[in-house]
Protein backbone atom coordinates (compact mmCIF):
# COMPACT_ATOMS: atom_id res chain seq x y z
CA UNK A 1 0.00 0.00 0.00
CA UNK A 2 1.58 3.27 -0.76
CA UNK A 3 1.03 6.72 1.06
CA UNK A 4 -1.15 7.76 -2.37
CA UNK A 5 -3.58 4.91 -1.33
CA UNK A 6 -4.60 6.61 2.44
CA UNK A 7 -8.31 7.09 3.46
CA UNK A 8 -9.97 9.64 3.44
CA UNK A 9 -9.58 10.84 7.00
CA UNK A 10 -5.82 11.19 6.89
CA UNK A 11 -6.39 14.32 4.43
CA UNK A 12 -7.02 16.07 7.99
CA UNK A 13 -3.69 17.18 10.45
CA UNK A 14 -3.52 13.14 10.56
CA UNK A 15 -1.76 12.93 7.21
CA UNK A 16 1.58 13.89 8.40
CA UNK A 17 1.48 11.30 11.13
CA UNK A 18 0.18 8.54 8.71
CA UNK A 19 2.97 9.38 6.43
CA UNK A 20 5.48 9.97 9.28
CA UNK A 21 4.73 6.36 10.68
CA UNK A 22 4.27 4.42 7.41
CA UNK A 23 7.68 6.23 6.07
CA UNK A 24 9.30 5.23 9.73
CA UNK A 25 10.62 8.16 10.82
CA UNK A 26 9.79 9.75 14.50
CA UNK A 27 8.90 12.60 14.90
CA UNK A 28 12.32 13.90 16.04
CA UNK A 29 13.87 12.36 13.21
CA UNK A 30 11.24 13.98 10.52
CA UNK A 31 11.26 17.45 12.50
CA UNK A 32 15.43 16.88 11.65
CA UNK A 33 15.53 16.22 8.04
CA UNK A 34 12.60 18.87 7.29
CA UNK A 35 14.51 21.78 9.44
CA UNK A 36 11.49 22.69 11.40
CA UNK A 37 11.30 22.38 15.13
CA UNK A 38 10.09 19.83 16.88
CA UNK A 39 7.06 21.60 18.71
CA UNK A 40 6.22 23.00 15.18
CA UNK A 41 5.67 19.02 13.92
CA UNK A 42 3.66 17.72 17.45
CA UNK A 43 1.24 21.23 16.60
CA UNK A 44 0.97 20.23 13.19
CA UNK A 45 0.07 16.21 13.48
CA UNK A 46 -2.50 17.56 15.87
CA UNK A 47 -4.23 19.39 13.52
CA UNK A 48 -2.60 22.90 14.08
CA UNK A 49 -2.20 24.95 11.32
CA UNK A 50 -1.34 28.97 12.43
CA UNK A 51 2.26 28.81 13.45
CA UNK A 52 3.13 27.02 10.07
CA UNK A 53 4.27 29.01 6.82
CA UNK A 54 4.56 27.52 3.28
CA UNK A 55 7.65 27.20 3.24
CA UNK A 56 7.95 24.91 6.18
CA UNK A 57 5.14 22.69 4.93
CA UNK A 58 7.21 22.39 1.81
CA UNK A 59 10.18 20.95 3.50
CA UNK A 60 7.73 18.29 5.40
CA UNK A 61 6.25 17.35 2.17
CA UNK A 62 9.06 17.06 0.65
CA UNK A 63 10.84 14.68 3.25
CA UNK A 64 7.37 12.76 3.45
CA UNK A 65 7.50 12.25 -0.90
CA UNK A 66 3.98 14.53 -1.01
CA UNK A 67 2.55 17.70 -1.80
CA UNK A 68 1.53 20.83 0.12
CA UNK A 69 -1.98 20.32 -0.34
CA UNK A 70 -1.98 17.05 1.28
CA UNK A 71 -0.34 18.27 4.47
CA UNK A 72 -2.35 21.42 4.90
CA UNK A 73 -6.06 20.83 3.87
CA UNK A 74 -8.40 22.97 2.36
CA UNK A 75 -10.86 24.38 5.00
CA UNK A 76 -13.59 26.33 4.51
CA UNK A 77 -13.90 29.54 5.97
CA UNK A 78 -16.19 29.46 9.43
CA UNK A 79 -18.38 32.50 8.61
CA UNK A 80 -19.39 30.85 5.71
CA UNK A 81 -22.56 29.37 5.58
CA UNK A 82 -23.39 25.83 4.01
CA UNK A 83 -26.13 27.52 1.82
CA UNK A 84 -23.36 29.72 0.27
CA UNK A 85 -20.55 26.98 0.16
CA UNK A 86 -22.85 24.42 -1.48
CA UNK A 87 -25.23 26.90 -3.73
Same mark, same amino acid.
Given at each position: ?????????????????????? *????????????? #?? =???? %???? @????????????? *????????????? #?? =???? %???? @??????
Amino acid at each position: MRWIDAPIWVKTGRFIKWARVF *RNYTQGELAMKSG #IE =LKLL %RKIE @KGAYRDITIEQAY *RVALTLGCEVEEI #IP =LLTP %RHMH @KKYVLA
